[in-house]
C-alpha cells in the first residue's frame, strides 16, 4: 500500500476485499459458461454498522442483505435516504413478518404456509424467494423438498408476493456443489409452475464459485467482503 493512500477503506482493506469478490465471481460465471452480469451480488452487512454500508455504497454496492430483524429494522431506517435494495435473508417468524416486509425489497426465507398469510395482507407487493432445506434436520430453516410444490403453489396464489425463485444455504459437511445440484433441481421444479420464478439466491464467502457453477442469480456474501465481525458482537 502506497504511503499516501490513508483513508480508511484502504486501511482496513475493504475496497481491496471487494474487488477480489467481484473479480472472483467473474472468473466462476466464465468457467460456467455463464454472463457475470446475471448474478446479482448482495453484500450482506450483519453485525457492522450503518457506517460500513455508506462506504460499501460509495464503492458501488446497491444490494443488501440482513438476517435479524431487530438490528435490520433501525440500520435500514438510518440509511432511508440512500436509494438501496434490502433483502432479508434469515429465518422470519410469523409475528414479525409484516415488519420485515415494511422495509425489505425482498425476503429470501418464505418457508412455510404461515410467512405467506402474514406476507399477503402487507401494504405492498413484496419480492420473495422460497427457502428449500437441503439437510434431513427439520430444524434447519426451509421447507422440505418433499413439500415444495405446495408451497411454491400457494405462494404463486398469493396476491401481494412475487415470487423470483428459491434460495438454500449449503449444509455443513457436504461438498456444496452437490448440495446446490439439489437446489437447481429444486428451481426446476418451480418453473415448471412458473416459467419467471427462475432466480436462484445461493453462495455465500466460503462456496459462491460452486453455487454459481449449478446457477445461483443472487450470491449473498458477507464476512469475504465485510471482513470480521467487529468486536464485542
Ligand atoms: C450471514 C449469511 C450469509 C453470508 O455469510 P458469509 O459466510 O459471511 O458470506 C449468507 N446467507 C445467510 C442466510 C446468512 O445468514
Given at each position: 500500500m502506497s504511503a499516501s493512500r490513508t483513508s480508511a477503506e484502504e486501511m482496513d482493506g475493504l475496497e481491496t476485499r471487494l474487488a477480489a469478490v467481484r473479480a472472483g465471481v467473474r472468473d466462476a460465471a466464465r468457467a460456467a459458461g455463464r454472463d457475470p452480469g446475471s448474478i446479482r451480488m448482495i453484500v450482506v452487512t450483519k453485525f457492522h454498522p450503518a457506517q460500513l454500508v455508506r462506504r460499501l455504497v460509495e464503492l458501488g454496492v446497491h444490494d443488501f442483505g440482513e438476517s435479524r430483524h431487530q438490528e435490520a429494522q433501525p440500520k435500514i431506517q438510518q440509511l432511508a435516504e440512500l436509494d438501496l435494495t434490502w433483502h432479508f435473508i434469515g429465518q422470519l417468524q410469523r409475528k414479525k413478518a409484516k415488519a420485515v416486509a415494511a422495509y425489505s425489497d425482498v425476503i429470501h426465507s418464505v418457508d412455510r404456509e404461515s410467512l405467506v398469510t402474514a406476507l399477503e395482507s402487507s401494504a405492498r407487493t413484496i419480492d420473495a424467494f422460497i427457502q428449500v432445506n437441503l439437510?434431513?434436520?427439520?430444524?434447519?430453516g426451509g421447507v422440505p423438498l418433499a413439500e415444495l410444490e405446495p408451497l411454491a403453489t400457494r405462494v404463486l396464489a398469493a396476491d401481494r408476493i412475487n415470487l423470483l425463485g428459491v434460495m438454500a444455504v449449503a449444509p455443513l459437511g457436504e461438498e456444496p456443489r452437490r448440495a446446490f445440484a439439489r437446489l437447481r433441481a429444486a428451481s426446476e421444479r418451480v418453473r415448471r409452475l412458473s416459467a419467471t420464478s427462475d432466480a436462484i439466491s445461493a453462495g455465500m464467502s466460503q462456496d459462491y464459485p460452486q453455487a454459481i457453477a449449478e446457477g445461483a442469480t443472487h450470491l449473498r456474501i458477507g464476512s469475504a467482503i465485510t471482513g470480521n465481525r467487529p468486536p464485542g458482537r
Open positions: 439437510t434431513a434436520d427439520p430444524d434447519r
